[in-house]
């Protein structure tokens, strides 16, 4: 079981607006908040995303680059990643592979994929 995940954001402000909503439509509460810093937790595991200092901004995060390709959550199914889908686009955030999904990880793979604010790939999976 994963106990936390921490994760170094190049501005906290706009990571609390994409990821609050997100998370919480998938469960999570918010744990912990400070001034560099925000979490949320589902159970006993919870997300932590951190300000970057200004020094360790460059280069910008790649997922392509060694460390984090991406993160995938479960979803209830299908109908809440359809209705995630439709959130996303409505708050003007680019869906991934769009000629391919929902079927972008394989035609028995019904998941979407998009980024988050610092390209960070993100998928909600169904069952």
Do not use: C
Not at 27 to 50: A, M, P
Not at 101 to 122: L, Q
Request: glycine share 6%; aromatic share 16%; charged share 30%.
């Amino acid at each position: 079981m994963l106990h936390h995940l921490e994760i170094n954001v190049s501005n906290l402000r706009k990571t609390i607006e994409f990821w609050e909503w997100f998370l919480t439509e998938l469960g999570y509460q918010q744990y912990q908040k400070w001034d560099f810093g925000i979490s949320w937790k589902y159970g006993e595991t919870y997300l932590v995303f951190v300000q970057a200092e200004e020094r360790f901004m460059d280069p910008p995060y790649h997922r392509r680059r060694v460390g984090l390709n991406h993160l995938a959550f479960h979803a209830k199914s299908r109908v809440q990643v359809d209705a995630m889908t439709e959130k996303l686009k409505e708050k003007g955030v680019r869906i991934l592979y769009p000629d391919k999904h929902p079927y972008a990880g394989g035609e028995h793979h019904y998941a979407v994929f998009f980024e988050d604010p610092d390209r960070i790939k993100i998928e909600l999976v169904a069952p």
